[in-house]
């Protein structure tokens, strides 16, 4: 340590209890403290524990004063806890000393607590590697970058979780942003509930809507395509058994008499008619002499023909020619190749809510798919907004096989290749085995006291005194928890520019009452819109 860090450092108190991970100081009284003058110990400041091998860090969860003077001249007990975070190794240079995570040699009683110092800081907060992203900068000390850690922030997924209106989905299209300028070739596919993205990130990526998405009803599998089908209705039982079996003897017709004919099940992703299948569903019916058992049949049929002529399903059923065009919709799902476009953005705003669950199960099962069979040769990051409606805690809230396909990602996606963004304004109605695998979190300003204490349940590591914070976060601040980040850190994301904001601030009341701006034309764009299902006339 040189002599110009030593003229700054301050001595703040002593060690007088180590617990665990858990050190408590006695902080020195004003008065007799020598050295420099300290700022006041602040809940969230670093301070720094010099041992025999090592100097370990922590961070400031508690201030308490267990018995408080009555009189101006008594003396006070002021204590500081303090949570250990990490270490550095005597006997470095300065210019080469590296922190590390965990302590391997405790503080011992009496040792000297002090004040991090600028350096101290920069070591901790922002270490530089070849992985590292900037996304905003610390708290403590705005001049210092608040970095990423790419490879452990996608390898071992992340939330991003926040009351609304308070910056998440700017803080997304930012973490995107910051590692695409680092990894330009990236294969990133974000399922937007509310059509904000689309200007979040220009050219870069390929925005595809109702109108534009293929995702023909052969790619189902059979318990997504039965949803589809028979979502409401009350004989879905007997429907559903006659259903399995001619979808896979649709499939096997549409194959071929090859020997491959046989390993074709229900699930099987090969195209096949909707013509065949209701000529399947004629010729099954027209073999049974009773009416009401040809019923099934007929409703199916009904359904059936319902649904292709529904333009509302278009990306479903996208009319008479059918072909196999499974690679062209993976490349174009997938980004590969990525051709300058790494961001794939569905715009899920306009599908119908009814199949709603449906499209985002085949969109989850179908990566996991993708990453099993590819070998791990294509990562792909999978970003679902609005996480609680598809992966809700409750099990009888939603379509289940949506939420068993993000299960798998999040307990499985990392051995394959696949890493798993969850975005949710609120953590404590989403699925708690499905968060806890997410092993970083960025926690935006909540006020609602269940989504505190859901969110602190779920976190990878301890950090209570970070968390004390999250009520009074401002917007576009964060606590930053996890193997994503060095070390927990509350920090402030660097503001996007306007043009990259995704749309998602609220409406501006009082400049649209002000004065009068619409007519009956503006209401026949709207009724267009509203017919066709679409947000552009």
Same mark, same amino acid.
């Given at each position: ?6 003229k ?6 002593r ?7 858990q ?10 403290a ?7 110990v602040?809940?969230?400041a670093?301070?720094k524990?010099p041992?025999p091998v ?19 001249n ?16 005597n006997?470095?240079?300065a ?7 965990g ?7 009496g040792?000297?607590?002090h004040?991090?110092?600028a350096d101290?800081l ?13 996304i ?15 490879d ?6 992340f939330?991003v979780?926040?009351?609304t ?16 300028q680092?990894y330009?070739?990236?294969h ?15 050219d870069?990526?390929l925005?595809l ?8 009803y052969?790619?189902f ?17 007997v ?19 090859s020997d491959?004919?046989?390993?074709i099940?229900?699930d099987?992703?090969?195209p096949?008619?909707i013509?065949?299948?209701t ?18 049949y007929m409703?199916l049929k ?14 479903m059923?996208?009319?008479v020619a ?5 690679v ?7 980004r590969?190749?990525?051709n300058g476009?790494?961001?794939?953005i ?14 985002v ?5 179908m990566?996991f798919?993708f =990453? @099993?069979?590819?070998?791990? *040769?294509?990562? #792909?990051l999978?970003?679902?907004?609005e996480?609680? +409606?598809? !992966?809700?805690v /409750?099990?009888?809230s939603?379509?289940?096989p949506?939420?068993?396909?993000l299960?798998r ?22 699925s ?7 092993n970083?979190i ?7 006291q ?11 590591e ?8 999250l009520? =009074? @976060?401002?917007?576009?601040e *964060?606590?930053? #928890? ?7 850190v +509350?920090? !402030?994301?660097? /503001? ?13 009341f009082?400049a ?22 679409r947000?552009?006339?």
């Amino acid at each position: 340590m040189d002599g110009a860090q030593v003229k700054l450092e301050v001595k703040l108190g002593r060690v007088i209890t180590v617990s665990g991970a858990q050190v408590i100081m006695l902080l020195d009284d004003a008065s007799s403290a020598g050295g420099p003058a300290a700022a006041p110990v602040q809940i969230g400041a670093l301070v720094k524990m010099p041992t025999p091998v090592s100097t370990v860090f922590g961070i400031v969860a508690g201030l308490n004063v267990p018995m408080p003077a009555q009189h101006a001249n008594d003396v006070e007990l002021r204590l500081v806890e303090v949570e250990l975070i990490g270490e550095t190794e005597n006997g470095e240079e300065a210019g080469t000393r590296r922190f590390q995570r965990g302590v391997s040699t405790f503080p011992t009683l009496g040792d000297g607590v002090h004040a991090a110092t600028a350096d101290d800081l920069s070591l901790v907060y922002a270490p530089r590697s070849r992985a590292a992203v900037r996304i905003g900068t610390v708290h403590q000390d705005r001049s210092l970058p608040a970095y990423i850690v790419a490879d452990d922030l996608l390898g071992k997924h992340f939330a991003v979780l926040g009351s609304t209106g308070t910056g998440k989905s700017c803080a997304v299209a930012l973490i995107l942003r910051a590692m695409m300028q680092n990894y330009r070739h990236g294969h990133i596919v974000l399922l937007d509930m509310h059509n904000e993205y689309a200007r979040a990130f220009g050219d870069s990526a390929l925005v595809l809507d109702p109108g534009k998405l293929d995702l023909p009803y052969w790619l189902f599998n059979f318990e997504e395509f039965e949803e589809v089908v028979l979502g409401g209705s009350r004989d879905r039982q007997v429907e559903g058994a006659i259903l399995s079996e001619l979808i896979k003897a649709a499939k096997r017709l549409s194959s071929g008499n090859s020997d491959k004919t046989d390993n074709i099940k229900q699930d099987t992703p090969v195209p096949y008619r909707i013509g065949e299948l209701t000529r399947l569903l004629d010729e099954a019916a027209g073999k049974l002499d009773k009416a009401p058992d040809v019923s099934p049949y007929m409703r199916l049929k009904a359904r059936l023909q319902a649904l292709q002529s529904d333009t509302r399903f278009s990306f479903m059923f996208p009319g008479v020619a059918v072909r196999d065009n499974m690679v062209d919709i993976l490349s174009t799902l997938f980004r590969i190749p990525v051709n300058g476009k790494p961001v794939t953005i569905i715009d899920l705003s306009s599908v119908p809510s009814e199949v709603l669950n449906v499209v985002v199960s085949v969109l989850c099962r179908m990566t996991f798919d993708f =990453a @099993l069979w590819s070998e791990r *040769a294509v990562p #792909i990051l999978l970003i679902c907004e609005e996480a609680h +409606r598809y !992966c809700p805690v /409750e099990t009888k809230s939603g379509f289940e096989p949506a939420k068993r396909a993000l299960s798998r990602i999040a307990k499985e996606g990392r051995k394959y290749g696949v890493s798993l963004c969850l975005v949710s304004q609120r953590p404590s109605e989403l699925s708690a085995s499905i968060l806890s695998q997410c092993n970083t979190i960025f926690a935006l300003r909540m006020s609602h006291q269940s989504d505190q204490e859901f969110v602190r349940g779920a976190l990878p590591e301890a950090a209570g005194a970070l968390l004390d914070f999250l009520p =009074a @976060l401002r917007n576009a601040e *964060a606590i930053a #928890i996890g193997e994503g980040v060095p070390v927990p850190v +509350r920090l !402030c994301f660097d /503001e996007l520019a306007e043009e990259f904001r995704p749309h998602s601030g609220t409406a501006s009341f009082s400049a649209a009452w002000a004065e009068e701006t619409k007519n009956t034309a503006f209401l026949k764009s709207v009724v267009e819109r509203w017919r066709r299902q679409r947000h552009v006339a």
